[in-house]
């Protein structure tokens, strides 16, 4: 593991360096002088995908891309604290303004997560940006892109289209901050003195390329005049064809603390049913931000928010037990004493080894009766022969219960996935009995409405779909 950091490490110095030595050109091309609330839709990746035939083995790669994730996640809690206090509350007067944009799946850019269409520069172009509450730090694809670009399905931006883009300079505050949002140092370019971001990921992928400001639209009445944000131009990895990525985590540059000052420190999101739903009702979510997004605030019931202090940007709940057709699992409780995360960027539920086998015998009893057992698939061990439409009609409803009674009543569409045809599994996953972490994966959160009281220091949890 020090051979693959010391490999890791250096490769990015490469990429660094290589990023000045041809910035010249880079600069001779014109970048280097050009200097309420929110409701906008959510929808899965799937909707830019323009292959029908795809589906089986892109959601195979895709629990690759996400088990590599879970392990970067507990490799970042392992080497910290596990300690988990509650975050300090911050009063303040509610806000009414509120901005909101559709938010889509996203299987069809490559991504079992999900995207809006951002808007940036002027004039505003849209993006599709993948929405992450585990990330802390927003980038997308720029031109020229000086060492490299992955495929999109938007055209690429364009800095120097921009009227009001502009590099930051090293010793902007900005630059300052950038390290608790990427977790890597900040490098300074020698031609332009331009701050230069380096974004890492745990499945190896990373974005490269300057600390940039410009304008930021989430709807064309609403913008934010000077979002900060990175222009990569060096993109590599599992980003699937989006434009790349914004960060909702809790951090001083994410997107959610940029828009606080002027919607509050609050946000809610509903994702859509994905591909293995058929006939999906929901096809279409909302990501919406500002204090007004949690309105009504009484169809919500909430659970608190919780802060690791060395992993202070992730957003954690206190796990208190799971039912399955209405009776608990029976585990001690001490088995849900582990930090568990809620996390727009996993796709598949991780539970510790003793809960997980405890729900799969409980689930395997009831359905074992109707359905004959299948082989698993990747991380999936819990399999039945049939299509997921049949085996839901009979599947139980399994409830995860988090501290003050908030918790997540599943059906068949959160708790099943048709990875073949005819073959259906369970959509969680355990974790090793040294990985003592949950986390509360995307699937299981669909066409619910979940709500992030930062300010106070809650999340809650609303049935009802994404209307």
């Known amino acids: 593991m020090s051979l693959f950091w010391f490999l890791v490490f250096f490769a990015h110095l490469a990429i660094a360096s290589s990023l000045v030595e041809i910035e010249v050109y880079f600069a001779d091309n014109g970048l280097r002088h050009k200097q309420s609330g929110m409701h906008l839709k959510l929808y899965h990746v799937k909707a830019l995908n323009s292959s029908p035939n795809s589906t089986s083995v892109l959601f195979t790669d895709m629990l690759a891309k996400d088990e590599e994730r879970v392990r970067y996640l507990h490799s970042r809690l392992s080497n910290n604290s596990d300690t988990i206090t509650s975050s300090d509350n911050k009063v303040g007067v509610p806000k009414p303004k509120l901005v909101s944009t559709p938010l889509k799946p996203g299987l069809l850019i490559g991504s079992g997560n999900y995207y809006a269409k951002i808007g940036l520069g002027t004039p505003i172009k849209y993006y599709s940006l993948i929405v992450d509450t585990g990330s802390s730090f927003s980038w997308l694809q720029c031109q020229p892109c000086t060492i490299y670009c992955h495929a999109q399905v938007d055209p690429i931006f364009n800095p120097s289209a921009s009227k009001t883009y502009k590099t930051l300079p090293c010793p902007s505050p900005q630059c300052s901050s950038l390290k608790a949002s990427t977790l890597n140092e900040p490098s300074c370019s020698k031609v332009s003195n331009a701050c230069v971001y380096k974004a890492s990921y745990g499945d190896s992928s990373f974005s490269l390329g300057y600390l940039s400001q410009d304008v930021l639209a989430l709807t064309p009445s609403e913008t934010l005049p000077n979002f900060v944000y990175g222009c990569g131009q060096d993109n590599q990895g599992l980003f699937g064809r989006s434009a790349g990525i914004i960060g909702l985590a809790n951090d001083k540059l994410s997107l959610l603390e940029q828009l606080s ?105 009831i359905l074992s009766k109707k359905y004959e057992k299948a082989p698993g698939v990747a991380i999936l061990d819990t399999c039945f022969k049939g299509s997921v439409e049949g085996i839901s009609a009979g599947a139980p409803e399994i409830a995860l219960i988090f501290k003050g009674g908030a918790g997540l009543q599943l059906k068949g569409h959160n708790t099943l996935l048709e990875l073949e045809k005819g073959v259906t599994c369970l959509a969680f996953a355990g974790n090793s009995e040294g990985n003592s972490i949950a986390i509360i994966g995307n699937y299981q959160q669909q066409t619910f409405k979940v709500a992030y009281d930062v300010a106070n220091s809650k999340l809650g949890f609303a049935p009802g779909g994404c209307q």
């Open 261 to 365: 000052g002027k919607y509050g420190n609050a946000f809610s999101y509903c994702l859509p049913t994905s591909f293995s739903t058929p006939n999906p009702s929901n096809k279409e979510g909302f990501l919406s931000i500002g204090t007004s997004s949690l309105t009504p605030y009484s169809s919500y019931k909430f659970t608190p928010l919780l802060k690791n202090p060395k992993v202070p940007s992730l957003y954690f709940i206190e796990f208190t037990s799971i039912n399955v057709a209405g009776r608990p699992i029976g585990v001690a409780a001490s088995s849900y004493k582990v930090p568990t995360i809620i996390d727009s960027g996993t796709v598949i539920t991780r539970l510790p080894a003793p809960v997980y086998n405890a729900l799969k015998n409980a689930f395997v009893a």
